[in-house]
């Protein structure tokens, strides 16, 4: 099940950074932190996954600590299309595909 | 590179009947994975096709099955639907080797009456 732990809701000014933090205590060395969002009813978008270092993309930057146990999801610039239900996922060291969601991180970003 | 398409987007069905829903990954991939998404439960996963085989399966009565044929297209069936079956099913691929990210599809919303 969910090996994951994150604030139900933030909100966030449009222009500012957004911080969405996630506590993944249990993880174990070789899985990885991935993060998708969800935009109400649509298919979840995958923003950005890494596994011991920092990462970054286009969309977003991913802060894991250094003992793994938690991270933190920065979308530096939030817009309104950011407003979305953030999901972070440690993936299941099992052979194939298998995410396990948690209930994410609502995230509104006001104008 | 076409994104992951199911059909039908919308689809009404009721109690008893049964309903097959499909799902066309993105060109290569070879993993589908298909998810049901409800309210009251969230996002669960249902199984993983590789390769025409089953390889993984979630925690969901024997009603839900699916198949997946050469051309990697999958496809779900649930048989004699229940209103709790409502829901959006989320179907994702990979290429399906190792550690992969998984794309998703729109989804098909269903309701059962």
């Known amino acids: 099940d969910a090996k994951t732990t994150q604030p139900p809701s933030m909100d966030c000014a449009e222009g500012r950074a957004a911080n969405l933090p996630c506590n993944h205590s249990t993880i174990s060395g070789n899985e990885y932190v991935y993060w998708y969002r969800q935009i109400h009813s649509q298919g979840p978008q995958y923003i950005i996954h890494?596994?011991?270092n920092n990462e970054t993309n286009e969309m977003a930057s991913l802060i894991i600590t250094e003992d793994r146990k938690s991270s933190t999801l920065i979308l530096p610039h939030a817009t309104l299309r950011d407003t979305a239900v953030y999901y972070c996922?440690?993936?299941?060291?099992?052979?194939?595909?298998?995410?396990?969601f948690g209930t994410g991180t609502s995230l509104t970003v006001i104008p | 590179k076409a994104g992951v398409t199911q059909t039908p987007r919308y689809l009404i069905k009721t109690r008893g009947q049964q309903v097959t829903l499909s799902c066309s990954p993105i060109?290569?991939?070879?993993?589908v994975s298909w998810y049901q998404q409800t309210p009251g439960q969230g996002l669960q996963f249902l199984f993983e096709?590789?390769?025409?085989?089953?390889?993984n399966k979630g925690n969901f009565p024997g009603r839900f099955s699916g198949r997946q044929f050469s051309n990697s297209r999958s496809e779900m069936n649930v048989s004699t639907l229940e209103l709790g079956d409502s829901a959006l099913y989320l179907c994702?691929?990979?290429?399906?080797?190792?550690?992969?990210?998984?794309?998703f599809g729109p989804g098909t919303r269903l309701l059962v009456l």
């Open positions: 996922i440690v993936r299941v060291a099992l052979s194939g595909n298998q995410f396990y």
């Open positions: 060109s290569g991939h070879r993993s």
């Open positions: 994702a691929s990979s290429g399906g080797q190792g550690i992969e990210t998984q794309y």
């Open positions: 890494g596994l011991k």
């Open positions: 096709y590789f390769s025409e085989t089953q390889r």
